[in-house]
């Protein structure tokens, strides 16, 4: 976020980002199972549909935020992915970053003088 | 693959693939990944009582990718080179390529030639040796041109075309080496036939010119030839996994 500007869409893919790389944070996961995660972790809130997911992971993947490993399972290839250190770094930052955002979007939502929670 | 799983993707992946602008390497990975996800989410809503059907059709509403995701996913896996050009017309990019490609044609004729000159080997040299540059510097062009094609544009729509040519030229470059070097025998055996005498002036020349020009041929020859065997090579390996995730028999075009 700029002190001049604010990119609400791209706001909304850094969320996206963010929850992919938060629930890679305890354990490797396939694509499918990542989506699954992140709409249990948040009570149905943030869902992945459409293949959505997959432009996120291969970006991410890209940036190398993440790592993507296939092997083997019953003689199916899958693809799993990891978080990278670089990852752990960026998820840390952009958590801060997101917490700002959001507590200066309540603070305004709330009205002038009005203290946050 | 198909040992364990009974596959109720594939027709949904094989008409996904057709949408799919990106790389045939990519494309299977991303196939790949995705028929995985499917069956695995496919087998879990069975799991929770639904019908096959409606299973399916849950599973390819969550994961398969819908036109905006396939842009995405396009753009994403698009080569730098496509990137980079993406906002130049498509008749000025091809002038701009066939120009580049002109240039290195003739810079590589260039260096043939200057390469020849300094190892002063084109003094007397045998006249087959000029067309045998000729058609060296069209084979790496058509090496370029291809190299060019599949790893740095990743344009696989036509991933077997001139590899054919490049075979091809690699044999009539020796061809012509061979054919020439037999004629500049019978020439030789002719000048001797009427002067016997020159034969200690004439023979030694014979061998520099001919093993100039067969040694030039030899390389470009085996150059074109393993180029010609690693792009094969790779091809297959390319459709082989294309055809493994499709479920595709052999003879399935690219």
Known sequence: MTETGFDVQGFARDIHELLVLSTLREEAKHGYQIALDVEADSNGLFQFRHGTLYPILHRLEEERLIKGSWSRDGGRKKKIYSLTPSGLRHLSGETNRVEEIVSRLIQFLRGPGKATT | ?254
């Open chain 2, 1 to 254: 693959m198909s040992s364990t799983s009974p596959r109720i993707f594939l027709p949904d992946l094989r008409e996904l693939e057709k949408s799919l602008p990106v790389p045939i390497p990519d494309r299977v990975r991303i196939l790949s990944e995705l028929e995985f996800d499917l069956e695995e989410l496919w087998g879990r809503l069975l799991a929770q009582g639904l019908e096959e059907e409606e299973a399916k059709a849950r599973a390819l509403e969550a994961l398969a990718p819908d036109p905006g995701t396939i842009r995405q996913l396009g753009w994403l896996h698009a080569p730098i080179y496509r990137r980079v050009t993406l906002n130049m017309r498509d008749d000025r990019l091809r002038i701009v390529e066939r120009s580049a490609l002109a240039a290195a044609t003739g810079g590589i004729l260039l260096l043939q030639t200057l390469t020849l000159l300094r190892a002063d080997l084109l003094r007397n040299p045998s006249p087959f040796l000029f067309p045998v540059l000729g058609l060296g510097a069209l084979l790496v062009a058509c090496v370029l041109a291809k190299v060019f094609e599949l790893w740095i544009k990743g344009d696989h729509r036509n991933a077997r075309g001139g590899l054919g040519l490049i075979l091809g030229l690699s044999g009539i470059v020796l061809g012509v080496a061979f054919g020439g070097t037999l004629v500049d025998l019978v020439r030789l055996a002719g000048i001797l036939e009427r002067a016997p005498e020159m034969a200690g002036r004439v023979i030694p020349l014979w061998m520099v010119r001919e093993s100039t020009l067969l040694s030039v041929a030899i390389l470009l020859a085996l150059f074109g030839g393993l180029v010609w065997f690693v792009l094969t090579q790779w091809l297959t390996l390319v459709a082989s996994a294309r055809q493994e995730v499709l479920g595709l028999g052999r003879d399935s075009g690219n």
